[in-house]
T-cell receptor, first 112, second 115 residues
Framework: KQEVTQIPAALSVPEGENLVLNCSFT??????LQWFRQDPGKGLTSLLL?????REQTSGRLNASLDKSSGRSTLYIAASQPGDSATYLCAVDKAAGNKLTFGGGTRVLVKP | GAGVSQSPSNKVTEKGKDVELRCDPISGHTALYWYRQSLGQGLEFLIYFQGNSAPDKSGLPSDRFSAERTGGSVSTLTIQRTQQEDSAVYLC?????????????FGEGSWLTVV
């Protein structure tokens, strides 16, 4: 059974610092890995999707890497801003159908 | 609207009552998903529909849970004889297709409290 773990569970940084969020998964047979953002009381917003054949994806200040063989992904957020404060979740798709297994999330606070 | 719409946004019900949660996916999206987010379990997959294919119900936690999707669009998640452990946020999502690489869009959820 696929298990997805995110460490740390919470992270607080001063504005301007780079953020590094970690995600690990136990079964490397995945189709893709996705990173989402969730604001309090809201749904999830897709940030980046990395196909299993890719090693990284970039969007603006966000960069996500994938090392499938070791079961790890890292989300980097450069030059953090208070607006980046949210919970970040990673999820893996094993069966190519968006039937996702989620990690527990990392709650990020960027202090002005 | 342009996004996934869910109703009600909040629901408080008494233990033992039935509840229905509604989801309007993004127009043209053939795949529709239900997930549940609770404090103890995190985000869990419940069920998904893809076009006219039989739904994948593998995540439904018990036979008190059912879902249907009428006309390939609107979906209703029904929980019968609600229990306190059913208290959670029920999130609906849709994507153009249920295949790898298709961006999935989530609604804001229906917050269910069973008292």
């Amino acid at each position: 059974k696929q298990e997805v773990t995110q460490i740390p569970a919470a992270l607080s940084v001063p504005e301007g610092e780079n953020l590094v969020l970690n995600c690990s998964f136990t079964d490397s047979a995945i189709y893709n890995l996705q990173w989402f953002r969730q604001d309090p009381g809201k749904g999830l917003t897709s940030l980046l999707l990395i196909q299993s054949s890719q090693r990284e994806q970039t969007s603006g200040r966000l960069n996500a890497s994938l090392d499938k063989s070791s079961g790890r992904s890292t989300l980097y957020i450069a030059a953090s801003q208070p607006g980046d404060s949210a919970t970040y979740l990673c999820a893996v798709d094993k069966a190519a159908g968006n039937k996702l297994t989620f990690g527990g999330g990392t709650r990020v606070l960027v202090k002005p | 609207g342009a996004g996934v719409s869910q109703s009600p946004s909040n629901k408080v019900t008494e233990k033992g009552k039935d509840v229905e949660l509604r989801c309007d996916p993004i127009s043209g999206h053939t795949a529709l998903y239900w997930y549940r987010q609770s404090l103890g379990q995190g985000l869990e997959f419940l069920i998904y529909f893809q076009g006219n294919s039989a739904p994948d119900k593998s995540g439904l936690p018990s036979d008190r849970f059912s879902a249907e999707r009428t006309g390939g669009s609107v979906s209703t998640l029904t929980i019968q004889r609600t229990q306190q452990e059913d208290s959670a946020v029920y999130l609906c999502a849709s994507s153009l297709l249920a295949s790898s690489g298709n961006t999935i869009y989530f609604g804001e959820g229906s917050w269910l409290t069973v008292v």
